[in-house]
């Protein structure tokens, strides 16, 4: 059978894209999709032959990071509909692919499989494209998926600012094209197990420390939710790939929790509460691999 689905992603950790793949080989059948992983590491760390049945892509001229490598991958691919799927997303029912696949016509320039939910805008952590669509969408946003800054934030905050995440500006100019956008709410339906800022908690250990990046958790949400996700899908990891390598996020659950119970009762009882789910979704991911 011709594939008809390219899925990509991009990644700087081996562990998250072995979780992925294993979801994305056991949720799609073979014979319909080309998968794709856009090795985003420092030092090349996406190991092929641990990455089976992927095509692992390294940086190059036109790819020189994951941003330009999502343009990168609408150019080259060869199949007429392409997904973004984050490592942060992981596909657990055989129920994904077909029901991603009755809305793919003509007509349907996109389906939104995660849809975000803090910030207007049309997420690419779960997206599913018309590739024809969206390269007639370059004439009007020749930077693609590129996010674009407007202004920093007025109150001076490094690091704040305000204006277009990736693929905004691109999915607009589509639907402003006639083309329209199915939102799926697969999420609901235990389709999907979505976590959130893996990675980026992960960087911000291994560059400045688990101190850091624990004195953060116990302020923001956003790197709590990063910290409890990663304890979450530590276990998952060891138990499905038990000859390695090891997983990447090494800052220990004592310390983790330590850092919350010392921001008071009202934050451990938050953290207690994001731990739980997420590890109903770690323990769904792991069901859903092992069945």
């Given at each position: 059978?011709?594939?008809?689905?390219?899925i990509f992603?991009?990644?700087?950790?081996?562990?998250?894209?072995?979780?992925?793949?294993?979801?994305?080989?056991?949720?799609?059948?073979?014979?319909?999709?080309?998968?794709?992983?856009?090795?985003?590491?420092?030092?090349?760390?996406?190991?092929?032959?641990?990455?089976?049945?992927?095509?692992?892509?390294?940086?190059?001229?036109?790819?020189?990071?994951?941003?330009?490598?999502?343009?990168?991958?609408?150019?080259?691919?060869?199949?007429?509909?392409?997904?973004?799927?984050?490592?942060?997303?992981?596909?657990?029912?055989?129920?994904?692919?077909?029901?991603?696949?009755?809305?793919?016509?003509?007509?349907?320039?996109?389906?939104?499989?995660?849809?975000?939910?803090?910030?207007?805008?049309?997420?690419?952590?779960?997206?599913?494209?018309?590739?024809?669509?969206?390269?007639?969408?370059?004439?009007?946003?020749?930077?693609?998926?590129?996010?674009?800054?407007?202004?920093?934030?007025?109150?001076?905050?490094?690091?704040?600012?305000?204006?277009?995440?990736?693929?905004?500006?691109?999915?607009?100019?589509?639907?402003?094209?006639?083309?329209?956008?199915?939102?799926?709410?697969?999420?609901a339906e235990?389709?999907?197990?979505?976590?959130?800022?893996?990675?980026?908690?992960?960087?911000?250990?291994?560059?400045?420390?688990?101190?850091?990046?624990?004195?953060?958790?116990?302020?923001?949400?956003?790197?709590?939710?990063?910290?409890?996700?990663?304890?979450?899908?530590?276990?998952?990891?060891?138990?499905?790939?038990?000859?390695?390598?090891?997983?990447?996020?090494?800052?220990?659950?004592?310390?983790?929790?330590?850092?919350?119970?010392?921001?008071?009762?009202?934050?451990?009882?938050?953290?207690?509460?994001?731990?739980?789910?997420?590890?109903?979704?770690?323990?769904?991911?792991?069901?859903?691999?092992?069945?």
């Amino acid at each position: 059978m011709t594939p008809v689905l390219t899925i990509f992603t991009a990644s700087v950790r081996l562990d998250l894209a072995r979780l992925w793949l294993a979801c994305i080989e056991r949720a799609f059948p073979r014979d319909e999709v080309v998968v794709e992983i856009f090795d985003d590491s420092k030092d090349g760390v996406l190991t092929p032959g641990l990455l089976p049945r992927a095509t692992v892509l390294r940086p190059g001229p036109g790819r020189r990071d994951f941003q330009e490598a999502y343009n990168d991958a609408l150019g080259r691919a060869a199949t007429p509909w392409l997904a973004f799927f984050d490592t942060d997303a992981y596909a657990v029912s055989r129920e994904v692919w077909p029901r991603v696949r009755e809305r793919l016509r003509a007509d349907v320039a996109a389906v939104l499989c995660a849809p975000r939910t803090s910030t207007e805008g049309h997420d690419r952590v779960a997206l599913v494209l018309n590739v024809a669509a969206y390269r007639a969408a370059l004439a009007e946003v020749p930077d693609g998926f590129l996010p674009r800054v407007e202004r920093e934030d007025p109150g001076g905050r490094p690091g704040h600012w305000s204006g277009h995440d990736t693929g905004d500006l691109l999915t607009r100019a589509v639907a402003e094209r006639g083309g329209a956008v199915d939102i799926l709410p697969l999420e609901a339906e235990g389709t999907f197990v979505r976590f959130d800022a893996l990675t980026n908690t992960h960087l911000l250990a291994e560059w400045s420390g688990s101190g850091p990046l624990l004195a953060l958790a116990k302020e923001h949400a956003y790197f709590r939710e990063g910290c409890l996700g990663n304890l979450a899908l530590r276990g998952v990891y060891r138990r499905l790939f038990p000859g390695g390598p090891p997983f990447s996020f090494r800052v220990s659950s004592g310390a983790v929790w330590r850092a919350m119970a010392a921001r008071g009762l009202g934050s451990l009882r938050d953290a207690v509460s994001r731990a739980r789910r997420m590890r109903v979704g770690a323990k769904r991911l792991e069901t859903f691999l092992r069945t």
